[in-house]
């Protein structure tokens, strides 16, 4: 099992432009989440997904939008990136269990810079 | 919402001593409580987590003690090695659904020869 992958692992982008950020997870997992990493700021939850097809808002949404279209895969996009938006970028994914809180799997990161 | 603080920011301890990483939440109702270890250049990984209704774990070098009524918990290595330099983090699973976590802002650990 490859666990949780992302792509792209590096992108220099211009403000303005957009791009699309996509994590895959091979353990049938029905939860997934992406988060932000800043400097002393810990991880922040940008978006996550209970399920194919649904999406919610985590603490820091604005200026992202995501997509669940199939379930083992989670697609962060950027429409129009600003400098503010500078930051590694994890995914993670974890169980449904109706025992309680699962373990969350993260990926090995995605680090944008907006220039 | 849930609020989640983690002291020290960093840390530095001699081989083989032992180091302590302390949170504190504000959500009484949160009742999950993991802690990830982040090495550089890499994602997050869990060590050790504590349910709500337990007050200590260990495995092996590390342990977690979870103290409801102050609402903090605290991670214990022993016995520090340099692989154990990393970053640490606390979390603790927020009210709402959907398995969410949220983060402290991370411990600096430092081991040194």
């Known amino acids: 099992n490859a666990g949780v992958t992302q792509t792209p692992k590096f992108r220099v982008l211009k403000t303005g432009q957009s791009m699309t950020l996509l994590c895959a997870q091979d353990m049938n997992h029905e939860y997934m989440y992406w988060y932000r990493q800043d400097p002393g700021m810990g991880l922040r939850l940008i978006h996550y997904s209970v399920g194919e097809g649904t999406t919610a808002k985590g603490e820091v949404p604005d200026g992202y939008n995501v997509s669940r279209l199939k379930k083992q895969n989670f697609l962060l996009g950027l429409e129009s990136a600003a400098p503010s938006q500078t930051s590694v970028y994890f995914c993670?994914?974890?169980?449904?269990?109706?025992?309680?809180?699962?373990?969350?799997?993260f990926g090995p990161g995605t680090r944008l810079t907006v220039t | 919402g849930e609020n989640v603080e983690q002291h020290p920011s960093t840390l530095s301890v001699q081989e083989g001593d032992s180091a302590v990483i302390k949170c504190t939440y504000s959500?009484?109702?949160?009742?999950?409580f993991p802690w990830y270890k982040q090495e550089l250049g890499k994602g997050p990984q869990l060590i050790i987590d504590?349910?709500?209704?337990?007050g200590e774990k260990k495995d092996q070098r590390i342990a977690v003690t979870l103290n409801k009524t102050a609402k903090h918990f605290s991670l214990h290595i022993t016995e520090t090695q340099p692989e154990d330099s990393a970053v640490y983090f606390c979390a603790a699973r927020t009210t709402g659904g959907g398995n969410k976590l949220t983060f402290g802002t991370g411990t600096q650990l430092k081991v040194e020869l």
């Open positions: 993670a994914s974890s169980y449904f269990s109706g025992q309680g809180a699962n373990e969350q799997y």
């Open positions: 959500d009484s109702a949160s009742n999950y």
């Open positions: 504590i349910r709500s209704n337990v």
